[in-house]
């Protein structure tokens, strides 16, 4: 389980339905519980601190806020009409969704087994997993396995941000072109008909470069993400981490790269031209 001060900005209303902090009434008028502990929940909306919920003081709950965020992240999934696959090619294709399913049920020779969610595109099945806090096992792999369905693994690290939204979900899940990969044994199609190539180019636009701390910092704008990128600087790099969760962005600890919703490109140079120049003095 990761050691994270998430705030809690996702729960069940009323009617059962994973829903924002943004979508309900302030207070106990939110009528909102708990996906994991299923305790009512206070709406905490007020003018300092990030809008949230939160348990009474006299109950103690340490999965609420990941719980939650795992719900609202497979429900991105099913709300979606397509999602962004693991490529090595250098256009991003996304996999067009024809229907989605949470937590289908489905029989192996192994037992029963219910992946987050399986969708259709065309005629092929596939499953998703979302990874938050536990990866899957190898119990389930081998369930999956045996049923030969190829299944997207997906990575949300709950630290990538303090306040987790609908939108940034959205950019973490169906469009992050970094956190992901198949299961290992996945049978995947080569040229699968019900690929489309993805609206954006890979190259990039603009680019803008700066020395915090005598490291060089490059941010690059595509047509769909921008990226931050340092020389592998470990003080630099915790600078970048700190930054991503600012705007909306994650960290990718392999390649040592931020990458951005497109629109936080200016306020992303604001940003890193104020470090640089306190460097200066």
């Known amino acids: 389980m990761h050691s994270t001060n998430i705030r809690q900005t996702f729960a069940l209303n009323n009617e ?7 979508e309900v009434e302030r207070g106990i008028n939110c009528n909102c519980t708990c996906p994991s502990c299923n305790a009512n929940l206070i709406a905490k909306q007020g003018a300092v601190r990030d809008w949230h919920f939160a348990h009474s003081a006299q109950h103690t709950c340490i999965n609420g806020a990941e719980s939650s965020l795992h719900l609202a992240a497979k429900q991105v999934v099913v709300n979606s009409s397509k ?17 989605a399913e949470l937590e289908m049920s489905w029989d192996t020779d192994f037992g ?11 005629a092929e099945i596939y499953f998703i997993e979302i990874i938050v806090t536990h990866a899957i096992d190898e119990q389930k792999r081998e369930k999956i396995n045996s049923l030969n369905v190829p299944t997207l693994l997906i990575y949300l690290d709950p630290s990538m941000m303090a306040k987790w939204s609908w939108p940034g979900l959205k ?6 072109p970094i956190n992901r990969q198949w299961l ?13 190539p993805a609206k954006p180019e890979v190259q990039f636009d603009r680019q803008a470069s700066f020395v915090i701390d005598n490291v060089q910092v490059t941010v690059r704008r595509y047509d769909w993400f921008v990226t931050v990128k340092s020389m592998y600087d470990d ?3 915790k ?8 705007f909306n962005g994650y960290w990718n600890s392999v390649y040592k790269t931020c990458t951005y919703p497109r629109a936080a490109f200016k306020l992303i140079c604001e940003h890193l031209s104020k470090l640089s120049a306190k460097q200066m003095f």
């Open 235 to 237: 003080v630099v790099n």
């Open 112 to 122: 029963r087994m219910i992946p987050d969610v399986t969708i259709t595109s065309g």
């Open 83 to 99: 999602i962004l696959p693991p490529s090595d090619e250098g256009s991003p294709k996304y996999l067009l969704i024809d229907s």
């Open 16 to 22: 059962g339905e994973i829903t924002s902090i943004r």
């Open 239 to 246: 600078l970048l981490i700190k930054m991503s969760h600012k």
């Open 184 to 196: 290992p044994q996945s049978n995947i199609k080569a040229n699968p008909v019900f690929e489309t």
């Open 171 to 176: 950019e973490h899940i169906i469009d992050g």
